[in-house]
Antibody, heavy 121, light 107 residues
Framework: QVQLVESGGGVVQPGRSLRLSCAAS????????MHWVRQAPGKGLEWVAV????????FYADSVKGRFTISRDDSKNTLYLQVDSQRAEDTAVYYC??????????????WGQGTLVTVSS | DIQMTQSPSTLSASVGDRVTITCRAS??????LAWYQQKPGKAPELLIY???NLESGVPSRFSGSGSGTEFTLSISSLQPDDFATYYC?????????FGQGTKLEIK
């Protein structure tokens, strides 16, 4: 069955960098666009970024544009999120999510369990 | 960017009640709208996609409707397991957006 497992979270100082990973299994990873979504403690869901199935197209929320970089390695069935210049407001649980339908904009039918990033000095 | 506004932010109801949550988009999104349920400490779960299509395995008491800028999620007869937070999400553009959420509480 489809599995998404995030890792790489932890405590990071303001201004430092972190790379989150999402290991995918149970489906043909290279056929799907993939997304990152985050949720600050006690707050709502915030869509963060998407990478197209072929890696050619990437889109970001305005709140992270220029600081976050989404990428993928289809040989490892893994999605990444490079988070630079961390701010306190980046503290959140970060989820990776797979769309219901491959290759077109779609809702998310599979989510990982999330990885917590805490930005604190 | 497309903004999504949910109402109400909090809803108090009893088991057996019928409830409706509304989601408005800042511009037309056709039917490119999804609804999710989230329980504390868990990832969201897809309920409805393309505004009115029930995701596999989701109970039929959940239903969605709407198009353009106005959408609703209805639960026909609340069950104890339904008390959670609900989010709408648009995927009309390549920059997706969630509503701010509606917390459904037990009255």
């Amino acid at each position: 069955q489809v599995q998404l497992v995030e890792s790489g979270g932890g405590v990071v100082q303001p201004g430092r960098s972190l790379r989150l990973s999402c290991a995918a299994s149970g489906f043909t990873f290279s056929n799907y666009a993939m997304h990152w979504v985050r949720q600050a403690p006690g707050k709502g869901l915030e869509w963060v970024a998407v990478i197209s199935y072929d890696g050619r197209h990437k889109f970001y929320a305005d709140s992270v544009k220029g600081r976050f970089t989404i990428s993928r390695d289809d040989s490892k069935n893994t999605l990444y999120l490079q988070v630079d210049s961390q701010r306190a407001e980046d503290t959140a649980v970060y989820y990776c999510a797979r769309p219901l339908v491959d290759r077109v904009p779609s809702s998310f039918d599979h989510w990982g369990q999330g990885t917590l990033v805490t930005v604190s000095s | 960017d497309i903004q999504m506004t949910q109402s109400p932010s909090t809803l108090s109801a009893s088991v057996g009640d019928r409830v409706t949550i509304t989601c408005r988009a800042s511009q037309s999104i056709s039917t490119w709208l999804a609804w999710y349920q989230q329980k504390p400490g868990k990832a969201p779960e897809l309920l409805i996609y393309e505004a009115s299509n029930l995701e596999s395995g989701v109970p039929s008491r959940f239903s969605g409707s709407g198009s353009g800028t106005e959408f609703t999620l209805s639960i026909s007869s609340l069950q104890p397991d339904d008390f959670a937070t609900y989010y709408c999400q648009q995927y009309n553009s390549y920059t997706y957006t969630f509503g701010q959420g509606t917390k459904l509480e037990i009255k």
